[in-house]
């Protein structure tokens, strides 16, 4: 079984000169390639040069972190696709937990390692920690990261079933990739992997956290939570995602959506972040501008019940006080 470790770059030349090279030295047996988004920084020169071990894969456009990965894992043959985010340090032995559990666990098909902060090592990362789980209405997190409480990493969550792995580093086997047709274009970035891993659920595919494997992650680097793009974004692709995968009536779910987000905004009104209560009204008008979109790409797909841990993460955090996953 080999392995690929691509890394999706734009403009990262600093990124990939820091962490690039414990992805070299940690990473033996797997084929690693750094998949450019048209870069303007010179960073394809820079890989060339100084790492040539590296394959390099040049994209035409900057199509985001999901279009760029569908553009470039077109020429990756390696039987596991590691999406690995220009940001991360990993760690010795990292991969051969990974990979055991996708050779002795034939129905695992999505695998997220522990994701730990770069910048204090004890505590989970908010892109992941140990594991995603999503509720009722589509709001997603994690064991270890619900909203803006981290944990520390005391070993407290171990192996097990999850529904999304991070973006920040995924694994899938190829053919399951290409028969899910990979990520959606659309959403050019954020929440593209829940979409992903959503699809692969509703046909019976299992995604697992594996706690054996570690690694470090900075977090923002291309984006940060301070961008209203980013707030724009995760509105915007958590409501694709719940139009086409979940169960039931939609349009109840969407309409009781509308009552949360507008809530969510009123929070941004209350802080003065005026930029990013017009990115949720940005990201709803943009949802409805793709409904019909939506609605059709919909009936093409698999719903399946049981896709949800808690009714609403919104009312365990605010409401009932519930600020860690054990607590849920």
């Known amino acids: 079984m080999k392995i690929a ?50 394959k390099i894969i040049e994209n035409k456009t900057n199509g985001g ?16 696709f590691c999406l690995l985010n220009s940001d991360i340090e990993v760690t010795p032995n990292w991969l051969k937990p990974i990979l055991d559990t996708f050779k002795t666990e034939p129905e695992t098909t999505i695998i997220q390692p522990k994701i730990l902060d770069y910048k204090d090592k004890a505590k989970f990362e908010y892109a992941g920690a140990a594991g995603g789980f999503i509720d009722k209405y ?16 005391i070993n407290q969550y171990q192996n097990t079933k999850i529904f999304w792995a991070s973006g920040a580093c995924f694994f899938i086997r190829k053919n399951v ?19 992903l891993c959503w699809r692969a659920f509703n046909l019976n595919y299992t995604a697992k956290y594996v706690s054996e494997s570690t690694v470090y992650h900075v977090g923002g680097a291309t984006l940060s939570t301070a961008n209203p793009k980013k707030t724009y974004l995760n509105f915007r692709n958590s409501l694709f995602s719940i139009t086409k995968n979940a ?3 939609i349009f109840s779910l969407i309409f009781t959506r509308l009552i949360l987000d507008g809530i969510a905004g009123l929070q941004f009104l209350f802080q003065l972040k005026f930029k990013h209560f017009a990115a949720i009204l940005k990201a709803h008008f943009s949802f409805y501008f793709n409904l019909k979109r939506l609605l059709k790409q919909r009936k093409n ?11 609403s993460i919104v009312y365990s955090y605010f409401i009932k006080k519930k600020t860690i996953f054990s607590k849920l």
């Not at 962490?19 to 920084?41: H, M, Q, W």
């Not at 990739?177 to 979409?195: P, R, S, V």
Request: charge should be negative.
């Open 5 to 54: 470790v691509v890394i999706l770059n734009w403009n990262g030349k600093a990124l990939l000169k820091q962490f690039l090279p414990s992805v070299i030295d940690y990473s033996k047996g797997a084929t690693i390639y750094v998949a450019d988004n048209a870069s303007t920084d010179n960073s394809v020169d820079f890989v060339k040069t100084q790492f040539p071990e590296v």
């Open 65 to 80: 972190y999901a279009k760029g990965y569908n553009d470039a894992l077109q020429f990756v043959d390696e039987d596991i």
């Open 138 to 153: 589509g709001y997603p997190f994690c064991r270890g990261r619900i909203f803006n409480t981290i944990e520390t990493d």
């Open 177 to 195: 990739f290409n028969q899910l047709n990979g990520f959606d274009d659309t959403y050019f970035a954020h929440q593209e992997e829940i979409d």
């Open 247 to 249: 169960s039931g009536n």
């Open 301 to 311: 797909l698999p719903q399946q019940k049981g896709y949800y841990s808690v009714k």
